[in-house]
């Protein structure tokens, strides 16, 4: 993952928004992704957006992208506790592999 | 039931033992993969297969091999274990990741080499 950084830990309260950053290396990647692994679990992806974009929007999900940067982030809005789990940011490096980033735990309390 | 299965979900060993982790998987994908977790490095990939004549190594391949049984079946070898293996091992499958295709990952094996 050291072409994907990202923070490892984000404390935030219940309702409040999370906001989990993430900068890439690679200016050919395609797409960028967020999955989310929950305890005992494998990962699930949760979003994705394709590089010719800047913003995307599910639910309570924002993803924005600014390219320039090489800058990703992810907003949850009004955080939940099954929020809580390690968020991993990835970038498509070629037709087959992803590069994933260390992973930010977010933990969200009461 | 779930897509991507992998058996054992947890095993304890000790050096210098031969360990088989297997994947299998429902998707009817082409394409297999075997990653590596460690806390603090996220995710390394240490094989994957365009299909069962076609198996690539990923970034740490050393001290690993894996056999591609079938389409739906993958499996990942250490022939002689070494403490420094001691990770969380995913299986993970997918389409295509350049036109936006999920990777679906197995719930994990966590092994430890004692």
């Known amino acids: 993952g050291e072409d994907v950084e990202q923070s490892l830990f984000l404390s935030v309260r219940e309702g409040d928004s999370s906001v989990i950053n993430c900068t890439y290396t690679?200016?050919?990647?395609?797409?960028l992704y967020w999955y989310k692994q929950e305890p005992g679990a494998g990962l699930q992806l949760l979003t994705y957006?394709?590089?010719?974009?800047d913003m995307k929007q599910d639910q309570r999900l924002t993803v924005l992208l600014n390219k320039k940067d090489k800058h990703l982030s992810l907003r949850i809005a009004d955080t939940q506790t099954g929020d809580s789990a390690i968020y991993f940011c990835?970038?498509?490096?070629?037709?087959?592999?992803?590069?994933f980033g260390a992973g930010t735990t977010v933990t969200v309390r009461a | 039931d779930a897509d991507v299965t992998q058996t054992p979900r947890n095993r304890i060993t000790k050096t210098g033992k031969r360990i088989m982790l297997e994947c299998s998987q429902t998707?009817?994908?082409?394409?297999m993969y075997w990653y590596r977790q460690d806390p603090g490095l996220g995710l390394q990939l240490i094989y994957y297969?365009?299909?069962?004549?076609?198996?690539n190594k990923g970034e740490i391949s050393d001290g690993y091999s894996v056999s591609r049984q079938a389409q739906a079946k993958f499996s990942l070898s250490l022939e002689s274990a070494i403490p420094n293996q001691t990770a969380l091992y995913f299986c993970?499958?997918?389409?295509?990741?350049?036109?936006?295709?999920?990777?679906?990952f197995g719930p994990g094996t966590r092994l430890t080499v004692l």
């Open positions: 993970a499958t997918s389409d295509s990741v350049r036109q936006g295709g999920e990777q679906f």
């Open positions: 690679d200016s050919s990647s395609t797409y």
């Open positions: 957006i394709f590089s010719n974009m």
């Open positions: 990835a970038e498509s490096i070629n037709d087959y592999k992803l590069s």
């Open positions: 998707k009817g994908h082409d394409r």
């Open positions: 297969s365009f299909d069962v004549k076609d198996i």
